[in-house]
C-alpha cells in the first residue's frame, strides 16, 4: 500500500494551493479517505473527509467554507483544494485510507502517506 500525497508548499495569506494523494496497492474506489494536518508541536488533526463514492463530505470547522476535498476513483487520487489560506494553515499534510469508525479519529484510518509541507506566510 502507498500513498503519496503532493502539492504542498511556500503561499502567501490569502493564496491557494491543490495537494495530490496518489494511491496504490489496495482497492482505493472501495474505500473512503480523509486529510489531515499536522502543526508543528501540535497533534495531527483532521481537516476532510470523503466517501469512496464522493457522495458525502465533511470538513474541520476550521476549513469549511475554504477547502474542498475530491477524488477521481478512475485515477487512484484525491485532491484537496485550499484557498483563501492562513497562516493557520501551515502544518504538514498527510492523506490517510480509512479502514472504518469515527471519520475524523485518526484511529479510523489505517493507511498513510509521508505528508507534504504547506507553509502560509502573513
Known amino acids: 500500500v502507498q500513498l503519496q500525497a503532493f502539492g504542498g508548499g511556500l503561499v502567501q495569506a490569502g493564496g491557494f494551493l491543490r495537494l495530490s494523494c496518489a494511491a496504490s496497492?489496495?482497492?482505493?474506489?472501495?474505500?473512503?479517505m480523509g486529510w489531515f494536518r499536522q502543526a508543528p508541536g501540535k497533534e495531527r488533526e483532521f481537516v476532510a473527509f470523503?466517501?469512496?463514492?464522493?457522495?458525502?463530505?465533511y470538513y474541520a470547522g476550521s476549513v469549511k467554507g475554504r477547502f474542498t476535498i475530491s477524488r477521481d476513483n478512475a485515477k487512484n487520487t484525491m485532491y484537496l483544494q485550499m484557498n483563501s489560506l492562513k497562516p493557520e494553515d501551515t502544518a504538514v499534510y498527510y492523506c490517510?485510507?480509512?479502514?472504518?469508525?469515527?471519520?475524523?479519529?485518526?484511529?479510523?484510518?489505517?493507511?498513510w502517506g509521508q505528508g507534504t509541507l504547506v507553509t502560509v506566510s502573513s
Open positions: 496497492g489496495f482497492s482505493f474506489r472501495s474505500h473512503s
Open positions: 490517510a485510507g480509512r479502514r472504518g469508525g469515527t471519520y475524523s479519529d485518526r484511529q479510523s484510518y489505517n493507511w
Open positions: 470523503i466517501a469512496w463514492d464522493a457522495s458525502i463530505t
